[in-house]
């Protein structure tokens, strides 16, 4: 074999020799970002855990009140997040992250839709009391929003019906269907679109603020971080309900409790419509809708709540105080945030002085 053919073989071996050990190294490179990235991946599957038992923000899509939204047919905005059994503390970080300041609130009326399904079992160790108020208006709020957005579309609804009807014009079955259910769900025999128009409609924030201040001592009572229990309502019949230390002998009434926040407001809001007790309450917010007010004002409309205590109009005294001394009323201005509103950096803006 000549000298060249030699050194064509050598130069080929040495070429296949270079290509094995690139090759194997290659495959080493690979097997260790393999075993890294499955490392890392247990590692954060171990931090989710963690997080998870925290119960770091999640995703609406994952609570169970998602599919009623859903049903109901209208395109609602999807919240933020929803936090669950969260300390205080996560809360308010993630309020702080989105910029939600009741001082901007307060300026812009517009509120991030952001849900809590539970109250921080740690709430009652916040010391200053004014910080705990704030926190617990912060996680009210939106929540009574939301139930009052969930009340306004159906009343939208009706209202479009008994325009249809004075026009003239027959109702389709598919709207006396609704009419119907609407009409057994607010407790009336026959759907007179009239007495439902009355009785779906919203509650002032500022009332159920103060009234859910009031009855779960600003969201630190047991019946609150047990139950979801923000309103006080009692039930004689139902299984789900929290035993009063303090119930006289012979009593066998309990406090109504439930597994989300929401359900609880929406129960309450519920109430309000629905319950004979409050009649008054009813004609005297019709009355202020017939009057074009802009706003139904929780302060008027918390002195027709006799009946809602033992205390009569001593609690009156104290629900009106709740909304005087906490400034409560700006809240009757307030609503969520929608696609259309404002960016987040308007949220977390300070807000403009009045001078410019």
């Known amino acids: 074999m000549s000298k060249v053919a030699w050194v064509r073989v050598w130069r080929a071996l040495a070429f296949e020799r270079a290509a094995l050990v690139f090759t194997i190294l290659s495959v080493g490179i690979l097997y260790v970002l393999v075993s890294f990235k499955l490392g890392s991946m247990n590692l954060q599957s171990e931090k989710q855990k963690r997080y998870s038992n925290s119960a770091q923000p999640s995703l609406i899509s994952q609570t169970n009140w998602q599919t009623e939204m859903r049903s109901s047919g209208w395109p609602f905005v999807q919240p933020i997040a929803v936090t669950s059994n969260a300390p205080t503390q996560r809360i308010k970080n993630v309020f702080d992250q989105i910029g939600y300041r009741l001082e901007n609130v307060r300026w812009y009326h517009e509120v991030p839709r952001v849900f809590l399904t539970t109250l921080p079992k740690d709430l009652p160790k916040l010391r200053e009391p004014a910080e705990r108020k704030n ?87 047991r019946f609150a971080r047990e139950g979801n229990a923000l309103f006080g309502q009692r039930t004689w019949r139902s299984a789900t309900g929290l035993v009063p230390k303090e119930r006289e002998d012979g009593k066998t009434f309990k406090v109504r409790a439930f597994d989300h926040l929401l359900d609880g407001v929406k129960a309450y809001a519920h109430n ?32 027709t709540l006799l009946r809602y205590s033992e205390r009569g109009s001593e609690y009156i005294k104290t629900i009106e105080k709740i909304i005087r001394i906490n400034s409560l009323s700006i809240f009757d201005e307030a609503r969520l945030l929608n696609k259309s509103g404002r960016t987040r950096n308007d949220l977390t803006a300070k807000p403009r002085s009045p001078d410019t």
């Open 272 to 303: 309000l419509n629905v319950n004979t007790f409050y009649k008054d309450f009813r004609e005297k917010r019709a009355a202020m809708r017939d009057s074009n007010s802009s706003s139904l004002e929780g302060l008027k409309l918390a002195a």
């Open 135 to 221: 926190v617990f208006i912060m996680m009210m709020l939106p929540l009574v929003l939301h139930t009052n957005e969930l009340i306004l579309h159906t009343r939208d609804k009706l209202r479009t019906l008994m325009l249809l009807k004075e026009s003239g014009k027959t109702l389709t079955e598919k709207d006396q269907r609704f009419l119907e259910s609407v009409a057994s769900k607010y407790g009336l025999e026959t759907p007179n679109l009239k007495k439902l128009i009355k009785r779906v409609d919203i509650i002032p924030p500022s009332l159920a603020l103060a009234q859910s201040a009031e009855e779960s001592g600003w969201g630190t009572s």
